[in-house]
């Protein structure tokens, strides 16, 4: 269950910390000026943050602010590019093959998803590398991919478009009726009822963003595992996960779930440049992909084409990471991005964010004009607060709440709801004042 506000306050900074927190305005400072990063104490790390102070900040699902170290690692880059464009690009991309930083940027992505540097593709975003999955996996017309009526927009249309491009189908099922009622069991037992012997691809969303339920991808993998024991290599399961809502929060080796592909962005939870993502899939996964953008991140295929040949070996994660160039000052600030996250731990970001959306899920749940649609289970939770207001439209909420310093955000579903998503910038004044605010418009 979601902590009651004692306990959280309890469990939580103290509330000395959390006055800091309050009076604390990031904009007066320069970045050599700001307090020191303090992973016990909340309004040092809300203090790395260029965040407007007036507002309280509860649409963290969205578009990332960056922490100091991120800033500067953009700044520093941006500099030598600048001063130096062929040279340094050169160095650190193409000719000097140990000081490419697009490598740190997979190892680094690495050592956070628990896996290895060469299963990690780098991309713009979720839905760039969800659409380099799908288009590239060879379906055949007698094939499907299954997926859920709860994905959102991105996912279900590269879904589309690649069973559009091969001839082969796409079907959803639905995972609950009632979100708020959902269980881990029930989720699992109605996908893997939904499979089908042309089924190939399984495509799911591991926090859903139209409801805030959580999906239990290991579950979900185990489940495959029994399925795929009946079926010749060719026509397994494979499970892609849209993760980018859990990747930042939960405290997960995406790596270890079960998944053969995990798309996510690094620029939400995870807390870096804008257009910047990652794919992280099995090696032997990778193999099944054709490469949709010619890749500059790997010798052979263009190698290949030097030498008016075919690439030979299997293709790798690098070679399915889009070429062309980049603003490779965010894309190398990655990096840092996840230093950030491991100076102050994921357990502890964690559980920073789950006590934060709890306290708005137990605070809402107890006023008789707003239903909740998000489950108050701890481990059916992340970052997103689902909710609607009795005779108000979201977007109604939405410019209520905005009015009072409060920013949040209507959902874009065809059924749409009103959502707070709390993070590690918010204190709890934020918390509280949010839901003052929603219990005044009963």
């Not at 500059?296 to 889009?322: K, T």
Request: glycine residues 6%; hydrophobic residues 40%.
């Amino acid at each position: 269950m979601a902590p009651t506000r004692r306990q959280f306050v309890q469990d939580s900074s103290t509330l000395a910390a959390a006055g800091m927190m309050l009076s604390f305005n990031p904009l007066a400072y320069a970045s050599n000026q700001r307090p020191e990063l303090d992973p016990a104490d909340w309004s040092t790390v809300r203090a790395q943050f260029n965040l407007d102070p007036n507002l309280a900040h509860l649409a963290n699902f969205y578009l990332a602010s960056y922490p100091t170290p991120v800033r500067d690692a953009v700044e520093r880059y941006r500099k030598a590019l600048d001063e130096n464009p062929y040279s340094f690009l050169d160095d650190h991309m193409f000719s000097q093959n140990d000081n490419m930083l697009w490598r740190k940027v997979a190892a680094a992505a690495a050592r956070y998803a628990g896996g290895e540097a060469d299963e990690i593709a780098l991309t713009s975003s979720t839905t760039m590398g969800l659409a380099l999955i799908y288009n590239g996996l060879r379906l055949r017309p007698d094939q499907e991919v299954l997926t859920t009526t709860h994905e959102f927009y991105p996912h279900h249309e590269a879904i589309r478009l690649a069973a559009k491009k091969w001839g082969s189908s796409m079907r959803t099922v639905s995972l609950y009726e009632s979100s708020v009622d959902v269980s881990a069991d029930a989720m699992v037992a109605r996908l893997v009822a939904a499979i089908r012997p042309q089924t190939r691809v399984l495509g799911v969303t591991w926090v859903h963003s139209g409801t805030g339920v959580v999906l239990p991808i290991r579950a979900v993998s185990a489940a495959l595992e029994e399925v795929n024991r009946k079926r010749d290599d060719n026509d397994k399961v494979l499970l892609v996960v849209d993760g980018v809502h859990g990747f930042g929060i939960l405290d997960e080796d995406i790596a270890r779930q079960g998944s053969d592909f995990f798309s996510s962005g690094t620029h939400k939870w995870i807390l870096g440049p804008r257009g910047t993502g990652i794919v992280w899939g099995r090696k032997a996964s990778w193999a099944l992909i054709e490469p949709t953008i010619p890749s500059l991140m790997v010798r052979e295929p263009s190698a290949a084409w030097r030498e008016e040949r075919q690439p030979e070996g299997p293709v790798q994660a690098a070679w399915v990471s889009p070429g062309g160039f980049f603003a490779y000052e965010h894309q190398w600030a990655v990096v840092e991005a996840f230093q950030f996250h491991e100076s102050i731990g994921r357990t502890r970001i964690a559980n920073r964010i789950l006590d934060l959306n709890g306290w708005l899920i137990e605070g809402l749940s107890k006023m008789k004009h707003v239903n909740v649609w998000t489950p108050a289970q701890r481990e059916l939770y992340a970052g997103f607060v689902c909710f609607e207001v009795d005779q108000l439209k979201p977007t109604e909420v939405a410019e209520r709440l905005r009015s009072q310093g409060i920013i949040a955000s209507p959902s874009p579903y065809g059924k749409p709801c009103m959502r707070f998503s709390a993070g590690i910038v918010n204190s709890e004044a934020d918390i509280e004042h949010a839901l003052a605010a929603i219990k005044a418009m009963g």
